[in-house]
């Protein structure tokens, strides 16, 4: 063999070697892609079958939401429906539900194909089982809305209609799709371009629309609107109702995050715009609350993160954060409104499913097209051509879900009544429909009787094995005594009440009713009960007058003769004249020795002369006296103890002060007065009355104590209702002032 053969010899082996190669790295890259898809279909079915058991917990929160809110003698019904819901609409789906959804599309308009679901495909199979929790959650919604009023077997047959008809139709109008060619939707809506990314509308208005038929129908729970006027039901258990908000908070991880149906980039951004619309919307139904009831509402605060959920959910996807927040905060508004417009028509909702579901959904549907990145839906129209599609989508989903089912259900009222009668709804739909009290509830149903009709001979029934029966027990035996003393109590509340009306004249003579010619005094006192431990005085001589103001420790009668006592003998001192700290000193010797029960008194004693413009005054362990002069304000302090502690050796014990009042003001008031509350709760202390004098200032001296007295009253006032329902103001402490000023 020449060498040039042998070269071509080796050329020949080197070129089939390389080529070798080559096939080895195109099959190695051929199994690489091959394993990577595989584990990507793994993953993607793996999260969905997470997601899909989030979402059945969703099941247990809105079983804890509805019967927390959901009065005791029926939460036990309102818990057994949420239990059966589940299982008939997932049953249901399977069936014929899932094949009206996802079957093979006629006119778009619903399937005709795996009607009985069943495959050997795992994907499939994953994609049923989640599919199968979105059914079960819009069926559930209608249970708390018409929640103790409807029977159990007419709450089966809406699940029925409502997972197996209704919402599988609309589903199939957005969500169809061909399954080979998972891009390409086969529903009208889908194909119009209709954007639904987690079921704003598919499960949630859905769910709201049918529960809002249904509430038209049957009506309001007895007594919510009596007479024209709203009445509350109390729920039975309110934290159970926030654990089951936080449950579907949780759940709602797995509703958005599944129907992205894959496990990719976009999950964290999904699961971000949902955390933090629930946010939202919490802050801003909570605060919405707070305006209208004037406190942080329990159903505001509750159904707030469930509406910023229910708001996210169509756009979770497309949107970014900040555009989340504020989609998730009107979402709280919008329900937090809706509950208030129910109320203003007179639809008993239970537990605000229309509001949080069916309005904050409408939202949600339009927030696609207003916030949504049109790119990321793969979408080449404008915003204001894809908010045209939302709103038809809207209207089309509301007309056919409302009509049809109450069309529907009306048709099957007028032979087979849904609502309980009214004896079954006054017992509680536990005994009625289950035949299951609960001891707590038996308990409550006598304590409520015995609130209503003041019958003390009632009695509660007693089990020894609950918790319930034993508080009944102790209770049953406290009425026995109380029964026993009743009448005692009676004759003594007659004879104290005959001596506390003539402690009243008597104390409201002590006071002065009469104007103070040519001096520039004022005086107001409001009691807080019916005898005052405050009050004030005046003694007038031709060209002086003096003046007091005192608040006797405690309250009632006792606290009323020391105050008379001590009234009498500032007149004597007075009459006198004199000096301020002189009479306290004879006043707080007498009161030591005459007033065995160690009540104390805190007094100030002034005189005024017209003549010499001089004001005296002393200050016995009393609030500091105000002085304001232009704008600036002097306070005179107490130096010595309460009138009545101790003995005095002498006056000098007790300090004068004299000054000129010129064009100034002197205030003395009571801790009424200082410790009134901010809208902070806090107590305002000197400056905050300083800060009083200074805003309600005035040329009259009489209305700007009117008015500086009006404010401390209205903070002051504790609001309680009598037994005919009408309004009791009872303030939390007396309010006196005196105010010297020309």
């Known amino acids: 063999m020449t060498v040039t053969e042998l070269q071509a010899l080796v050329l020949k082996l080197q070129s089939q070697i390389n080529q070798l190669e080559l096939t080895n790295k195109g099959a190695n890259k051929a199994l690489e892609f091959r394993l990577e898809a595989i584990l990507q279909a793994n993953l993607d079915t793996f999260w969905l079958l997470v997601c899909a058991i989030l979402v059945f917990l969703m099941q247990a929160g809105f079983m804890c939401l509805e019967s927390g809110l959901s009065r005791a003698k029926s939460s036990i019904n309102v818990a057994l429906k949420n239990v059966t819901d589940f299982g008939i609409s997932v049953a249901t789906f399977w069936a014929f539900g899932f094949a009206l959804m996802y079957g093979t599309s006629i006119s778009g308009l619903f399937g005709s194909k795996f009607f009985f679901f069943t495959t050997k495909v795992a994907g499939y199979q994953s994609f049923f089982v989640f599919q199968a929790m979105f059914v079960a959650t819009a069926a559930t919604i209608v249970s708390g809305a018409v929640a103790e009023r409807l029977k159990f077997f007419s709450y089966v047959i809406i ?103 894959a496990m990719d980039l976009r999950i964290p ?101 207003i916030f949504g990145d049109l790119e990321a839906m793969g979408i080449e129209r404008s915003m204001v051509d894809q908010l045209y599609i939302q709103l038809i989508g809207i209207v089309s989903v509301g007309a056919f879900c409302f009509l049809s089912a109450f069309t529907i259900f009306f048709i099957i009222n007028l032979f087979f009544r849904l609502r309980v009668n009214k004896v079954e709804e006054d017992m509680g739909l536990n005994i009625s429909e289950h035949n299951a009290s609960t001891a707590t509830h038996e308990l409550l149903q006598v304590l409520n009787k015995q609130q209503e009709t003041d019958d003390f001979s009632l009695r509660a029934p007693q089990d020894p094995f609950t918790e319930a029966g034993v508080i009944a027990g102790q209770y049953n035996n406290i009425m026995d005594k109380l029964e026993q003393s009743e009448n005692q109590k009676n004759i003594w509340k007659n004879r104290v009440s005959k001596e506390i009306k003539l402690a ?128 600036e304000f002097y306070e005179y302090e107490s130096s010595s103890l309460p009138l009545g502690v101790k003995k005095a050796d002498n006056s000098n014990v007790y300090k004068l002060e004299s000054f000129k009042l010129g064009t100034g003001r002197l205030y003395c008031f009571t801790d009424g007065f200082s410790e009134c509350r901010n809208d902070q709760g806090e107590e305002i202390g000197i400056e905050g009355v300083k800060k009083l004098i200074t805003t309600f200032e005035n040329s009259s001296l009489k209305k700007e104590l009117l008015k500086i007295t009006k404010d401390v009253e209205k903070r002051s006032t504790k609001g309680n209702f009598d037994k005919d329902g009408s309004q009791a103001n009872i303030l939390e402490d007396d309010l006196t002032i005196i105010g010297l000023g020309k």
């Open 504 to 631: 009243i004249d008597v104390q409201k003579r002590l006071m002065p009713r009469r104007s103070v010619n040519n001096f520039p005094i004022e005086g107001i006192n409001i009691p807080a009960r019916e005898i005052s431990g405050d009050f004030y005085d005046f003694y007038q001589h031709n060209d002086q007058i003096y003046f007091t103001l005192c608040d006797v420790s405690g309250k009632g009668v006792n606290a009323g003769m020391v105050m008379a006592r001590a009234i009498t003998l500032f007149k004597i001192y007075s009459k006198n004249k004199f000096k301020p700290n002189e009479i306290h000193y004879e006043m707080n010797n007498d009161l030591h020795q005459t007033n065995p029960t160690g009540v104390y008194v805190t007094s100030i004693v002034g005189s005024y002369n017209s003549n010499t413009d001089l004001i005296e005054l002393s200050n016995a362990g009393h609030l500091p006296v105000l002085f304001k002069n232009k704008n």
């Open 269 to 369: 951004l999904i699961l971000i715009n949902t955390f933090l619309a629930a946010s939202a919307g919490l802050i801003l139904s909570s605060i919405m609350g707070i305006y209208v009831m004037k406190k942080p509402e329990p159903m505001f605060m509750i159904t707030g993160p469930i509406a910023g959920l229910v708001s996210i959910t169509a756009s979770c996807a497309y949107v970014e954060p900040t555009e989340a927040i504020i989609i998730g905060a009107i979402g709280g508004l919008v329900s937090g409104s809706g509950i208030l417009l129910l109320e203003k028509i007179k639809v008993d909702d239970v537990v605000s499913a229309v509001p949080v579901h069916l309005f904050a959904g409408t939202w949600a549907t339009i927030a696609v097209a």
């Open 159 to 261: 699940t029925f209609i409502t997972s197996g008809i209704i919402y599988p139709i609309v589903g199939h109008w957005v969500w169809s799709l061909n399954f080979t060619n998972p891009d390409v939707k086969t529903g009208w809506l889908g194909k119009l371009g209709f954007i639904d990314f987690a079921g704003s509308s598919v499960v949630h208005s859905v769910g709201g629309w049918v529960a809002l038929a249904v509430l038209l129908i049957i009506g309001n729970r007895t007594g919510r609107f009596q007479e024209g006027k709203k009445r509350t039901f109390q729920g039975s258990n309110t934290p159970l109702a926030a654990l089951g908000a936080l449950i579907l908070w949780f759940g709602w991880f797995g509703f958005n995050g599944g129907a992205n149906g």
